[in-house]
């Protein structure tokens, strides 16, 4: 026998007028612009502490803890619907009515029902287009100091209730403003004085923290089609978790949200028994209106996940939902208020949920890792997401730049082991793209910070990655494997080990497992970044094979025109050699292959003969001019 669930809630229920009609005029405009709508208004329904329950087509069903919330969020989006329509040059404008109600909600098999639900529903059937009306018991919860007007439409006899209903239109006083969100702050700051008992109701909502449903219910997601993959689905539950938006009344915290998602991704990525695509394809989302459907065919997935940060000082809120995209059913979703100190206890949670969502058994070590914080100081872990997203693209400003930021972190706090790994990898870098006027004290350095990188943290894979970076500086190729092997051991699945695995193996003189550790860092994150393309061309040059590295090649870098006009000239295509080295020669005059610290990272002579006999032949000098 299934079993239900009673809760109390604040219940909205809104609905597009005259749907049916849209449809027959342009279906599929109707369709588009209806889904656009509630889009809209599911984010403004997020912002104002409330939780999507059912998307129904031209029906939108929602929970509040707080009435003031329900009509706040009412109010922004009625106000910028009728915007939107304004903007339409044809008679598809979706225009929506909305009904709020107080009382006890059902949940059974993911659904949620129950009479107050059905009143809901009655009470929004009584507004306006374009208008809200809202049960006279539920207005009473809402303190007299916002700037609501409530216009009494008298009792209401509604169809399938007995007793009259007392129901109110909701409208903004003239000349004021929608209340922001909140401030999420604890109800025992909130509610002393409150003395009627439908106060006392909602705010024991407030307190008890009504959240969203951990089980399935209805959603209008378009489903997945598996044929139309990219890749084929991995043999383990695969998903990607889309940057969370920033739903901040501050825009500046969008580095923060962005941070929560990379986090996230982190730490689902230490599950063993999950597939997790990597950051640097789900970011290529961000700031995009896209489907799921698409999300996952794009990345050849099965689940995606995707939610909400709210900063307000020192609190936040994070929403998450995960979606099933064959299914178009939603899996999981939750909501967490917490103190800002909490927030990466939040992250392992989400982890954690994901996993239990999708029926993965956590080996004996990944619950310990999963709530292992690597710092607990939010300054230093700012500063870090901004370090990394400054070297992401390894200019000579950007390294130097980050630098100094990973600096800051080591002096914020000198026990998180990002710091220092960040750090080390920086000055080794430096080293190899001849950056820096001290090669031997920044080498040594980077030695030093990756080992204490360890040291703080043995299973932070970063500070092995950044060893194998030191020691590649120092042209010591089968070291970097040996080092880099210690952070696959510890995130097997792990994009940027098996990426950097393929780089430093190319060095070491094994190209065929090199290409397929970056096979597999490819399939991580399908949407290939320039460091992803410039590592699997080197690998390919030393593996012979010159016209994948020639279709794959950046070109973007000295190094990389080096081994360009190389495999050109193996190509025997000497018109393109001659331009590519042409291309370097210009911008580098000086350039010559004597003094090319970077070509002599190849441990295997004949590898280093093989590439520096064909870049002479493109025209790229041996020695510096006049010798």
Known sequence: MNQSTRKLAVILHADVIGSTDLVQRNETLAHERIRDAFKDFSKIIQAYGGSLQELRGDALLATFNRASDAVSASLVFQNENAHQNETFDDDIRPEVRIGIALGEVIIADGTLTGPDVVLAQRIEQLAEPGGICIQGTASETIPRRLNFEFVS?????????????????????????????????????????????????????????FIAWLQPWQTDVERADPDKMSYALPDKPSIAVLPFDN??????????????TEDIITDIS???????????????????????????????????LEGSVRRSGDQIRITAQLIDALTGNHVWADRYDRNIENVF????????????????????NENERLFQQYTTN?????????????????????????????????????????????????YSVQVRFQYTSSPSTHLADAFAL????????????????????????NVDADAAVDAVRQALLLEPNGYEANLFMGFYLQFAGD??????????????????????????????????????????STGSTPNANVVLAAAYSLLDEPDKAAEVANKLLDANPDFNLSQWKFGKLWKLEENRTRLYNAAMKAGIPEFPKGQ
């Open 450 to 473: 990756a080992k204490k990188a360890i040291e703080i943290d043995p299973s932070y894979t970063w500070g092995y990655i950044a060893l194998g970076g030191a020691h590649l500086a």
């Open 378 to 426: 939010i300054d230093a872990h700012d500063v870090f997401l901004k370090a990394r997203r400054t070297v992401d693209q390894p200019s000579k400003e950007n390294i130097l730049r980050g630098e100094k930021l990973f600096k800051q972190v080591i002096e914020l706090d000198p026990d998180f082991a990002g710091g220092y790994a960040g750090l080390s990898f920086n």
């Open 153 to 209: 439409l008298g009792k209401q006899q509604l169809k399938g209730f007995d007793n009259s209903v007392r129901v109110y239109t909701a409208k903004l006083s003239p000349g004021e403003k929608v209340p922001e969100p909140e401030p999420i702050e604890s109800i025992e700051a909130r509610s002393p004085g409150k003395k009627r008992a439908i106060m006392a109701i909602a705010l024991l909502l407030f307190a008890t923290g």
């Open 345 to 364: 206890k939040v992250q392992s949670e989400v982890a954690q949920q994901v996993a239990k969502a999708l029926a993965v058994t956590l080996k004996a």
């Open 511 to 552: 190209a065929a497992r090199a290409v397929e550790h970056l096979q597999v860092a490819k399939r991580l994150s399908p949407v290939e970044s320039v460091r992803d393309r410039a590592f699997m061309s080197l690998a390919q040059f030393m593996n012979r094979n010159y016209a994948e590295k020639v279709r794959i």
């Open 247 to 260: 739903i901040s009344s501050d825009k500046e915290q969008e580095y923060f949200s962005d941070g929560i």
């Open 270 to 304: 230490k599950i063993s028994g999950l597939f997790v695509v990597a950051r640097n394809s789900t970011f290529s989302y961000k700031g995009k209106a896209v489907k799921v459907r698409q999300v996952a065919e794009e990345l050849g997935v099965r689940y995606v």
